[in-house]
T-cell receptor, first 113, second 116 residues
């Protein structure tokens, strides 16, 4: 049972435009969400996180939006750059067990110059 | 340099031959965890450890063992590897603040394991 789903395996965007990566979850106990970026042959690196007490968190070009009623979060990258081309994973955890982190399948983002 | 180090980075082995993938971090992190990455399935958590001598199962613990005898090390043990354990494995670590995972997991570079 996939509790965190990224339904778009890939996304292609032109440089300078907005990239929107989506993530849905089914477990209503999840209250902390994170995004990670992964380049080939490297480990994932942390991008941005959001707690369920917020609906938006911003860090430079990256903004994460959380819609609790829809159990949906999205990562916006504006403006997109070729160096943003990577696999993006969303992840979720709950206050009952913050050590247990559930990841989505990942979305491959390609930003074309 | 702050880092999470995994060894070996690449390994080809045969079914049933016990192996250990080591993981070491130099950031004095309390939390450590193991993940496997498979096509179409993303990252799945195998085991995690909140501190020394404290370990717990993730989503896919079957066929794996872990131990946390020292804060810096968290080895992953495959007692009797099988072909379905062929995967890319990542170790990660992080700190806690007041019982909350900081969120910024630091990952190792990965260990690609093939079981024939």
């Amino acid at each position: 049972d996939q509790q965190v789903k990224q339904n778009s395996p890939s996304l292609s965007v032109q440089e300078g435009r907005i990239s929107i990566l989506n993530c849905d979850y089914t477990n209503s106990m999840f209250d902390y969400f994170l995004w990670y970026k992964k380049y080939p042959a490297e480990g994932p690196t942390f991008l941005i996180s959001i707690s369920s007490i917020k609906d938006k968190n911003e860090d430079g070009r990256f903004t994460v939006f959380l819609n609790k009623s829809a159990k949906h979060l999205s990562l916006h990258i504006v403006p997109s750059q070729p160096g943003d081309s990577a696999v993006y994973f969303c992840a979720a955890s709950s206050g009952t067990s913050y050590g247990k982190l559930t990841f989505g399948q990942g979305t491959i983002l390609t930003v074309h110059p | 340099e702050a880092q999470v180090t995994q060894n070996p980075r690449y390994l080809i082995t045969v079914t049933g031959k016990k192996l250990t993938v080591t993981c070491s971090q130099n950031m004095n992190h309390e939390y450590m965890s193991w993940y496997r990455q498979d096509p179409g399935l993303g990252l799945r958590q195998i085991y995690y450890s909140m501190n020394v001598e404290v370990t717990d199962k993730g989503d896919v613990p079957e066929g794996y063992k872990v131990s946390r005898k020292e804060k810096r090390n968290f080895p992953l043990i495959l007692e009797s590897p099988s072909p379905n354990q062929t995967s890319l494995y990542f170790c990660a670590s992080s700190s806690w603040i007041q019982g909350v995972l900081l969120g910024e997991l630091f990952f190792g570079e990965g260990s690609r394991l093939t079981v024939l």
